[in-house]
């Protein structure tokens, strides 16, 4: 049986008082090179680590509460600044970003093994000192998520911790690309000039999700005319609109999965959404 905590922890919390190691990415790209090789965990020292091996990682798959930790750091040393990647390929992980030198540690590693709807733990002598995501939050059969309020999707994108502060891509806004900086997300860190605000001025913020009071907010710092389209999941146009507007009324919709196309500037990005 799984345990399950009975103090949730949503999105991000750090339990312990001079910690010195965090999570800073939850990576879900869609590569070339296809299946689970474009995931990977991204990780910061904060303090130098005499022994790395005293922290380790367990993904909580599907809601089903902790699995423990799952994976162990080798017995090195970090330094405060560090920044550790965790690739299931590094192969598909240099092609896709380019190259990797911008990590201070790189580790080959199958623990990242997250499906864009999954929770990370991060673990100290045994102990979790942070979660990101819900580790109870229980996906529906379609693989979208009904049951838990504050949930965020990464499917095929990324999210990304600047300082305090998750920010998270659209999801599915790596697929087709063959390069993160060809794809209308480029991963943060890669552009040491992105802070959260510029993430957050460049990437539209699409919320709430799921929806359960019949209006979806669509939001940016940046002004001007959207060209929206809602397809059901038989692939129907449901709503299609040119707005300035925040929001679009679904009120009238019926319960389920549907997928919105949103174009913006120069950019396009599709998001899962779950009327609920």
Known sequence: MKKKYLLLLLLSSIAMIGQDLELKGVIDFTVPEGGSDGKALHLYVINDIADLSLYGIGIANNGGGTDGEEYTFPTISATAGDHIFLPRSITAMT?????????????????????????????????????????????????????????????????????????????????????????????????????????????????????????????????????????????????????????????????????LQVEFKDRKQTTKLVIN
């Not at 790189?106 to 929770?119: L, P």
């Not at 669509?218 to 449901?238: H, M, P, T, W, Y």
Request: aromatic residues 12%.
């Open 95 to 259: 092609n896709y970003l380019e190259s990797l030198t911008h990590f201070d540690i790189v580790i080959e590693s199958t623990i990242a093994s997250q499906n864009g709807d999954d929770a990370v733990e991060l673990f100290f002598n045994g102990s979790v000192i942070e979660t990101f995501g819900d580790i109870d939050c229980q996906p529906s059969s379609n693989g979208t998520t009904t049951t838990c309020p504050n949930y965020m999707y990464y499917e095929d994108a990324w999210a990304y911790k600047d300082t305090t502060t998750w920010a998270f891509a659209s999801a599915q806004c790596t697929d087709g690309s063959t390069t993160s900086r060809s794809s209308s997300c480029p991963y943060p860190f890669l552009d040491p000039n992105l802070s959260t605000n510029n993430i957050q001025n460049s990437l539209l913020s699409i919320y709430p999700n799921p929806i359960t009071q019949g209006k979806v907010y669509i939001n940016s710092n940046i002004e001007g005319v959207k060209q929206l389209a809602l397809f059901d999941v038989n692939g129907r146009q449901v709503i299609t609109q040119k707005t300035e507007a925040n929001s679009i009324d679904v009120s009238q919709l019926t319960k389920g999965f549907y997928v």
